[in-house]
């Protein structure tokens, strides 16, 4: 048997165009041509199961979890500006864009309504401007440094609206892209967000509806919204349900798709009956330092005899199976655009570990409790113990583990996350000693404790302010070069997403260009106009 199709997005990389503010209007790209991915949905299905059995919180902008299997939730409800498919952004209920100086000007698409039929307009827009700069949103893409993007709007009219920053920056135009709309009408009396719990919380313009969610479960149901004006949907219903074991609930059909691991993979890349989608290694797991609670950690000798003390190639294989790539001592993959080369290397090599480490430690190494994650744990461990660091390995509850990276309660933590290809002013939110994070931040956006380096800081700033892409572009990689002398961060290994799904079953699932999870993206659910 010959597998049917395997899909690798390692060169699509190439063509991403994070930074967008050159582009003052969509129509050119309304032209291009349409990805294969972009396929028509031949059919509508009754019903597509995802594996849940976790709890992401409450699908609305509040209440969820913000890691991104809560916000994609989210994503099904309540719509955006913008979207992301496979290349660049693209528009969503804005039909068209356009930039001038700091002034954004959004057109949206004419007959769009709320699940109650009310319509959404550009007032529903200005409104939740106003509202998440008094109520951040768990995912709050409004701020930079803490402070509020947005200066002043004007209504133009129903369907337009000009929002004026107060700094035109490189990631303006996603972030103003990717806020979720309110419904004004709802939200205008709600005076607390995080305590609001009546069912018109859960209304968006989105093209699903909220229908049921079990916490203790980790249930969800979404039911297509008959009047979506931005594409037909792929099923009827998405519901997320209950798995002990992702493998055999898809082999058993009680599941539409699955992650399968590296060691597996080869049972349904060599079959007709499915199809295996890989991506780049766009998502990682890396090593968080306190210097603060661990002071041999402010010496940048100890850091870089630890980077040489770590296998990080047996970890991948062992770990993933050699379903990725070592991860760069300068953060961005080596499978992103943005990737230099020229960073430090640290092939493993004890001995230089132990002539850079001076000066041996004890410490605390904080994990999830799930297996892949203990296990790297303790190949870490034993690595370090080599060069005389002593760990002692604390397995938490991921959202525990989470928690404790927020408020800075850990020595040494291991952090496994997607998203490290996003835009790369990332790397001024984990390496910059300027970064302020927003209230609700993401764990994995978190920065070092305790580290400051002025080079480092400088090229951070400056990346964000310059607007010429091929010059912001010089300035992140030489970026990548000052982060790998100093790693202050150790980043460990790099992995694939891997996708198996039936190729008879629902077959409409795609990436975006910056993350891999197919069943997280709302586009694998939408025939787009």
Known sequence: MRFKKL??????????????VGCSNTKESDKSVKPESEKAISKMFETVKLAGGTDWGVPNPFLHVSRGPGAAKVGYIFDTLLEKDEEKVIPWTAKEWKIDGNKYTFKLNEGITFHDKKPLTANDVAFTLDYYKEHPPANDTLRVDGEFIVDNYNVVDDNTIEINVKENLATTLVKLGSFSILPKHIWENVKDPLTYNKEDALIGSGPYKYSSHDSASGTYEFVAYEDYKMGEQGAKKIQFVPVSDEVLAFENKEIDVMSPSADIVGKYENSDEYTVIKSPSFSGTRMMLNMEKVSQLQSVETRQGMMYALNREDYLQKIARGNGTVA???????????????????????????EL???GFEAELLCSNSQSEVKL???VKADLEKVGINLTIKSVDSKVRDQNIREGNYEL???GNGGWTNDPDILRGLYSSEFEPSPNANP???????????????????????????????MIKELQVEISKEVPILPLICESTLTAYRTDGYNHWMMKYDYPAVSQNRLSFINRK
């Open 7 to 20: 899909v690798s997005l390692a060169l699509m990389t190439t063509m991403v165009l994070t930074s967008l």
């Open 357 to 359: 480490i001076k000066e």
């Open 444 to 474: 994995w956006g978190m920065g070092v404790i305790g580290f400051k380096n002025e080079k480092i800081d400088k090229l951070c700033n400056d990346q964000l302010k310059e607007m010429d892409s091929n010059k912001r572009t010089e």
């Open 377 to 379: 744990a303790e190949l």
């Open 413 to 415: 933590s291991l952090l």
């Open 328 to 354: 760069s001592a300068g953060f961005i993959p080596s499978d992103a655009k943005y990737y230099n080369d020229k960073v430090e290397k640290y092939d493993y090599n004890e001995q230089k570990a132990k």
